[in-house]
């Protein structure tokens, strides 16, 4: 199944609960509608401790020429007509992503949710750091994970399906029970030969709304 994510910012003189408000009152309803995705939800960031991002859509498709489409059509969003691209700055960054679900635990409304945005190295060849992403990195973030009271999903993307080089090189989503529990999962985790492929990720907290 094809996965599409799609990271958006809010527009000059636009609040972040503004953006909130019209993504849940009118945009979800309308992709939901229009788009129809198999899957579909969206993760609303802390305003406060991630300024480059307000939310971001997931969207899962199991027709990939489906998605293909959707994402490719310029005007795709604006023809939604629910006034949603107006309050955004119209950069929305695009991702299709291959997914690696690596602990498939429960999500529960009250859920905090940490999104790890990467990206590889320019000296590094993809195959390299795809390869030490699944071998070095998931291992230990799974592990210090499964031991952590309040640990509950941890899924990979890889951004390997859209033809053209992306923004990120994929993300990382983990969830947890509550603050208490992020907290200590990143205690546990130490450094891994990943690290040598990968810039600085970029972390953005914030809470899942599941359309369907």
């Known amino acids: 199944m094809l996965k599409l994510v799609v990271l ?11 953006l909130v408000e019209k993504w849940q009152d009118a945009h979800m309803p309308a992709v939901i509608k229009h788009v129809q995705p198999d899957r579909y939800q969206v993760t609303f960031f802390d305003a406060a401790s991630a300024p480059q991002y ?11 020429d489906k998605a293909r489409r959707w994402y490719t059509t310029p005007d795709m969003v604006t023809t939604l007509n629910d006034g949603f691209f107006e309050v955004t700055d119209q950069k929305p960054v695009i991702l299709v992503c291959e997914e690696h679900v690596i602990i498939d635990g429960p999500t529960p409304a009250s859920a905090i949710k940490v999104t790890g945005l990467l990206r590889r190295k320019p000296d590094v060849d993809t195959a390299t750091f795809y390869k030490s992403w699944l071998e070095d990195h998931v291992p230990n973030v799974s592990s210090a994970l499964e031991s ?10 890889h951004a390997t399906m859209g033809g053209s080089k992306p ?12 603050d208490a529990a992020a907290a200590a999962h990143l205690r546990q985790l130490g450094a891994d030969n990943f690290l040598k492929y990968t810039e600085p990720a970029e972390f953005l907290n914030g809470y899942e709304v599941v359309g369907i």
């Open 54 to 64: 307000d939310g971001m859509a997931v969207l899962w498709f199991k027709d990939a």
């Open 148 to 157: 952590t009271p309040g640990g509950l999903r941890y899924v990979v993307s």
């Open 167 to 178: 923004k990120y090189a994929g993300l990382a989503e983990v969830y947890y029970a509550d």
């Open 8 to 18: 958006v910012r809010r527009g000059e003189n636009v609040s972040h609960e503004e």
